[in-house]
C-alpha cells in the first residue's frame, strides 16, 4: 500500500465555483453570466493586455525568477522596500509558503469560521491543527481569537474584508487586537479585497510593517481589482527577514512571465482601478436596494460581492439559477445552507440576476 498521510486523506479538497464552460456543455447553453468567483467583469485593463501580448514573444524563456522590475513598480507603489515583497502564484501560494515555513506537526492555527477555506486545509497539510472561533454578527471576533491563543498558536489568519461574509474589522480594534498578540505569532492579513473597500475605519495594516512591525505579513492580490485572476498572481508584505525566509521555500520560477508583465502594467492603469471600483460601489448599492425590495437579508459589503439569505434552500436555488444560465455560489460550505454569494457583475448582468430571483422566489411563495 502506497503511504498516504492519514492527515492529507481526510482533506476534503476546496470547491472553486462552477466554470462557464462547464455549465455550457451540460445545459447545452450559449449564453452564461458567471457572478460567483468574485472576478472582475470588466477583464483585464487594456494596458495589461497589450503588456501579456509583447510578453507572449518571450514565452520560450524562463521568467524572471525575481520579479525584479514588478517589485521595483509595486515598491514605488506602495512606498516599501521592494526587499519586503514576496510574489506568488496567486496570494493562495503565499499562504502555502507561510504554512510550509511556519507550520509543523503538532503547531496551531487561529482564524474564524466562515471564512477561507484554504487556511484549515493548508494547515492540515503540514500536520498542524486549525481552531475556527466563532464570528460575532458575522464578524471576526479578534477578541475571542486572542483569548485563544495557546503556545502552540504559530499563526493567525484575519482575511479583512472577510470572505464570504463581505465584513470587516476596523482599525481600532485590530489596533486593541495586536497588543494582545505575542511576537512570536506571525499574524497574517488577506487583503484580497483591500481595493473595494470604502469605510473611514478600515485599517492600514501596511503602516505596521514599514514602522517595523516583524510578526505581521498581508497579502494581497492582483485577480480580483486588477483582472488578472487568470494568470494566478499575488503578492506578500512583511520585514526583510520573514520575505527572505519564504524565498527559501519558494520554487525558483513560482511566477510566470506574462503575468509580470501584466501586472507590471496594470499597476500604471490607475483609471481602470477607478472605474474598477465605482462599478463595484454602485452595484453593491443596487443589490442592496432590490434585496431590501425582495425582503431579503443580507450583509453589508466591503468587498465585490454580497452575501444574502434568501429564507430558502440555497443549494435549490442555485441550480434553477444554473438552468437559466447563471452562475452564484451556494454556502453550504459555510455552514449557511440559504445564503447566496453574488458576485457584483456588470449593470446589466445585476439586473439579470434580480429579473431571476423574482421570478424563482415568486415560484415558491
Not at 239 to 260: D, G, T, W
Amino acid at each position: 500500500m502506497l503511504p498516504f498521510k492519514k492527515n492529507i486523506q481526510s482533506i476534503r479538497p476546496y470547491e472553486p465555483g462552477k466554470p462557464i464552460k462547464e455549465l455550457q456543455r451540460e445545459y447545452g447553453i450559449k449564453h452564461v453570466t458567471k457572478l460567483a468567483s468574485n472576478e472582475n467583469p470588466l477583464g483585464p485593463s487594456g494596458k495589461a493586455v497589450r503588456a501579456m501580448r509583447r510578453a507572449i514573444r518571450d514565452a520560450h524563456l524562463y521568467p524572471d525568477a525575481g520579479c525584479h522590475y514588478l517589485q521595483i513598480r509595486l515598491a514605488k507603489e506602495l512606498g516599501i522596500p521592494g526587499e519586503q515583497i514576496i510574489f506568488g502564484n496567486g496570494s493562495d501560494e503565499i499562504i502555502e509558503l507561510i504554512a510550509r515555513g511556519f507550520l509543523s506537526e503538532g503547531d496551531e492555527v487561529l482564524s474564524s469560521e466562515m471564512t477561507f477555506l484554504i487556511y484549515p486545509i493548508l494547515a492540515q497539510v503540514c500536520g498542524a491543527s486549525f481552531k475556527a472561533v466563532p464570528m460575532k454578527d458575522y464578524r471576526y471576533d479578534l477578541d475571542a481569537i486572542a483569548a485563544a491563543i495557546t503556545p502552540k498558536t504559530k499563526a493567525i489568519f484575519i482575511i479583512n474584508p472577510n470572505n464570504p461574509t463581505g465584513t470587516y474589522v476596523t482599525a481600532a480594534e485590530i489596533e486593541a487586537f495586536l497588543a494582545k498578540v505575542p511576537e512570536n505569532v506571525l499574524v497574517c492579513f488577506d487583503e484580497a479585497y483591500f481595493d473595494f473597500v470604502d469605510a473611514d475605519d478600515f485599517p492600514q495594516v501596511i503602516e505596521y510593517i514599514k514602522k517595523g512591525r516583524s510578526n505581521i505579513m498581508v497579502l494581497r492580490t492582483f485577480s480580483k481589482a486588477y483582472g488578472l485572476a487568470g494568470l494566478r498572481i499575488g503578492y506578500g508584505l512583511a520585514s526583510r527577514e520573514i520575505v527572505q525566509y519564504l524565498h527559501k521555500v519558494r520554487q525558483p520560477f513560482n511566477v510566470n512571465s506574462i503575468a509580470q508583465a501584466a501586472a507590471t502594467a496594470a499597476l500604471d492603469d490607475s483609471f481602470f482601478r477607478w472605474r474598477t471600483k465605482w462599478l463595484v460601489l454602485r452595484g453593491r448599492k443596487y443589490f442592496y436596494r432590490k434585496f431590501k425590495g425582495l425582503g431579503l437579508e443580507y450583509l453589508p459589503s466591503q468587498a465585490n460581492f454580497v452575501l444574502v439569505n434568501m429564507k430558502t434552500n440555497g443549494q435549490e436555488l442555485y441550480q434553477a439559477l444554473l438552468k437559466q444560465g447563471m452562475i452564484v455560489r451556494p454556502m453550504d460550505a459555510y455552514k449557511l445552507p440559504e445564503w447566496l454569494r453574488i458576485t457584483i457583475g456588470r449593470r446589466s448582468q445585476n439586473a439579470q440576476l434580480i429579473k431571476l430571483l423574482k421570478a424563482i422566489l415568486s415560484k415558491k411563495s
